[in-house]
Structure formats: C-alpha cells, structure tokens
C-alpha cells in the first residue's frame, strides 16, 4: 500500500494568513494526488485534483503543487469559511489511501 | 445533476453483517465505477473499495477478507456488505463517484450515514 504522510495534523491560522498543507507518498505516483476539503458533519469535497487542477467553483485562493512523491496544497489567503480538515489522497493505485488530514483552527 | 444517497440500517449488533445500499439519481450506474469510503467518529477518512457496473471490484486488503460491494443496475444502486462487525467498524460510510477526467478524485458524494456497531 502507498502510505500518505500528511502534515500538519492541526494547525492555528488567523483570516488572511497564507497556510501550506503538506502530503508525502512512501513511493512516487506522478500527480495522482487530490484534496478535499471536509466541514463538520458534512461529506468531503474536492479542492484539487491531479495535483494541481482546480475544479470549477473552487476559489483560486486554493492550490496544489507537486509531483513524485511530495504534494502541497496552499491557500493564498484564508477566509473565514476555509477552516475545516482537510485531506490528500493518491489514486496512482489501489488501495487508494488518505494523509490522515490536517484540521485548520481559527487562531 | 447526479446525486447519491446512502441508507441502512444505524445500529448492527457485534458479529452480525452492516448492510448499506447507495441509490443514484440524476444518473446511470453503467457510465460509472462506485466508491465506498467511511470515517470513524473523529478520524480520518478510509477507503473501503469499488465496484464497476460490470459488477468487477476491487478492495482494500485490510477489509477484503469481510466485505462484498455490488451493483443492481436495475435499481441504479451499489451495495456494501461487511460481515462479523465489530465496535472498530463504528462510522460514518459514504459512497462517492471517482470522476475519470479528474484523476479519479471523488467529485460527487453522498450525504453519509452513521453506523454504530454496539449490543
């Protein structure tokens, strides 16, 4: 299985602040990294896909980054509606597996 | 637009079988694969597996030993079953539709629903 190390597992960030979300693949698997983004009590939904596209809705203060083995997902500038956890995923192969995620706290 | 919905039973008792069922509207089940995933209460996400209209699946190791996903065409709805339960398999499962074009990122998900394995 390709583990995802995903870091910071929390972090404290005030609106406005620039936050970078780490992911890294114990093997390389090309840009077959998503990111989504989950609020509580609600199902995910994706922010990047293929490493670095940003599906249509998604604010550009979102982005990823990477390739091979280590992935980034930055937001530019926080809103207040972006604090919540979030979460990378590789779908080079099965099992596709999650970072463990990254809950993002108003400081 | 295509939507999911997830329903099931919300208590299973310790060593009985959770069974789930995802119906989809707004679309086919034949022009698509289906994703199971779950989230214990306050952790990370789990993939569980997928299965193709074909009926082909594919599983996570760590659970392929108890769990069967399936589709009924004829309903539009994908099935998970996961026999001899424990408090460990307590959480809320999605299903979700992994979008080719995007990498196979899950882009449309059910709501969710909750399952507590308890006596």
């Known amino acids: 299985d390709i583990q995802m190390t995903q870091s910071p597992s929390s972090l404290s960030a005030s609106v406005g602040d620039r936050v970078t979300i780490t992911c890294r693949a114990s093997?390389?698997?090309?840009?077959?990294v998503n990111w989504y983004q989950q609020k509580p009590g609600k199902a995910p939904k994706v922010l990047i896909y293929?490493?670095?596209s940003l599906p249509s809705g998604v604010p550009s203060r979102f982005s990823g980054s990477g390739s091979g083995t280590d992935f980034t997902l930055t937001i530019s500038s926080l809103q207040p509606e972006d604090f919540a956890a979030y979460y990378c995923?590789?779908?080079?192969?099965?099992?596709?597996?999650f970072g463990q995620g990254t809950k993002v706290e108003i400081k | 637009q295509v939507q999911l919905q997830e329903s099931g039973p919300g208590l299973v008792k310790p060593s009985e079988t959770l069974s789930l069922t995802c119906t989809i509207s707004?679309?086919?089940?034949?022009?698509?694969?289906w994703t199971w995933i779950r989230q214990p209460p306050g952790k990370g996400l789990e993939w569980i597996g997928y299965?193709?209209?074909?009926?082909?699946?594919n599983y996570n190791p760590s659970l392929k030993s108890r769990v069967t996903i399936s589709v009924d065409t004829s309903k539009n709805q994908s099935s998970l079953k996961l026999t001899s339960v424990t408090t460990a398999d307590t959480a809320v499962y999605y299903c979700?539709?992994?979008?080719?074009?995007?990498?196979?990122?899950?882009?449309?998900w059910g709501q969710g629903t909750m399952v507590t394995v308890s006596s």
């Open positions: 979700a539709r992994p979008y080719g074009p995007w990498a196979d990122a899950l882009d449309i």
């Open positions: 299965v193709y209209h074909s009926g082909s699946t």
């Open positions: 293929a490493a670095s």
């Open positions: 093997q390389s698997i090309s840009d077959y």
């Open positions: 707004g679309g086919s089940i034949s022009t698509n694969y």
């Open positions: 995923q590789q779908t080079y192969s099965t099992p596709r597996t």
